[in-house]
């Protein structure tokens, strides 16, 4: 039973639905807009830093080391 002739609109939004759930459904993810040269330089900093660090506590534990043999030596 139809009721497309009681309701002409009925069907057209009915497809006008149904298209617009389709173009939904295939939609692209929006892209990740590529980082700024202040946002690269901001992380290429913290990078480096961090490095730092690391190079600093490995040199800190070196020298520890060589304090605790020099009494043993």
Known sequence: ????????I?????????????RWA????????APSHAELHRAA???????????RERLAAQLRALSIHRSII
């Open 26 to 33: 295939r939609r692209k993810p929006k892209s990740r807009r």
């Open 10 to 22: 009925h069907r057209r939004w009915a497809i006008f639905a149904a298209v617009s759930v389709l």
């Open 1 to 8: 039973m139809s009721f497309a002739h009681a309701y002409p």
């Open 45 to 55: 900093i913290l990078r480096r830093s961090a490095s730092e660090q690391v190079e």
